[in-house]
């Protein structure tokens, strides 16, 4: 069965620090999807990434960057020099090939303090 | 383009009324969806429909019925309302690409309470 866990609740940082948001995933499929989504304080939901399993790079996009390890089945999101504006619960989402159904985890709340 | 578009933004209704929340797509998306949010649970998918005339059950389904007249429009109804059913509800919306899986657009969300 699909399964994310994101076993960080709530995670406090002060301005300017690093971040990592962890996410496991389990799937019995060799190929899916992974999503990173961050929904801030205003209730959106606003897409970050979308990573296929067998694309094993490494993303960096501005100071936010993605770690996917599938020995690990991990797909970890590092906020570098994090920014109030930062502050949201970060959902990672998995969806096996050749279906849309997103399998989210329970979010992660990010608390960034000035 | 307006996106995805839900009404209403918020609702309270009785347990046991009827009601039907509104989700449109101007993006010409064969894939509609509508998750629930609930406090610690993250979003659990109800219904999906890949194109008009088309729609299945979602993890959590029961309460809740959805029709596909067009491309564009994807309702969501409760049938009987019940507490358990007190939400936040979101509508989405993709293309379907070869394999799955593209990125879904999602709509700002109804907060309904049921009281």
């Known amino acids: 069965a699909q399964k994310v866990t994101q076993a960080q609740t709530e995670i406090s940082v002060v301005e300017k620090e690093d971040v990592t948001l962890d996410c496991v995933y389990e799937?019995?499929?060799?190929?899916?999807?992974l999503f990173w989504y961050k929904q801030p304080p205003s209730g959106e939901l606003v897409f970050l990434i979308r990573?296929?399993?067998?694309?094993?790079q490494n993303e960096i996009s501005g100071r936010y960057s993605w770690n996917f390890q599938k020995s690990t089945s991990s797909f970890n999101f590092t906020i570098t020099a994090s920014q109030v504006v930062d502050s949201a619960v970060y959902f990672c989402?998995?969806?096996?090939?050749?279906?849309?159904?997103?399998?989210f985890g329970t979010g992660t709340r990010l608390q960034v303090f000035p | 383009n307006a996106g995805v578009t839900q009404t209403p933004k918020f609702q309270v209704l009785k347990t046991g009324q009827s009601m039907t929340l509104q989700c449109a797509q101007d993006?010409?998306?064969?894939?509609m969806s509508w998750y629930r949010q609930d406090p610690g649970m993250g979003l659990r998918l109800i219904h999906y429909?890949?194109?008009?005339?088309?729609?299945d059950q979602g993890e959590v389904p029961n309460g809740y019925n959805v029709s596909r007249s067009t491309t564009e429009d994807f309702p969501l109804r409760l049938l009987s309302a019940a507490p358990s059913q007190t939400s936040v509800y979101f509508c989405?919306?993709?293309?379907?690409?070869?394999?799955?899986?593209?990125?879904?657009?999602f709509g700002p969300g109804t907060r309904l309470t049921v009281l």
């Open positions: 989405a919306s993709s293309y379907l690409l070869p394999g799955g899986a593209g990125e879904q657009f």
């Open positions: 799937t019995r499929d060799t190929t899916y999807y």
């Open positions: 990573r296929n399993s067998f694309d094993e």
């Open positions: 989402a998995l969806s096996e090939a050749n279906t849309d159904k997103l399998i």
């Open positions: 993006m010409n998306h064969e894939y």
């Open positions: 429909s890949v194109g008009a005339g088309i729609t």
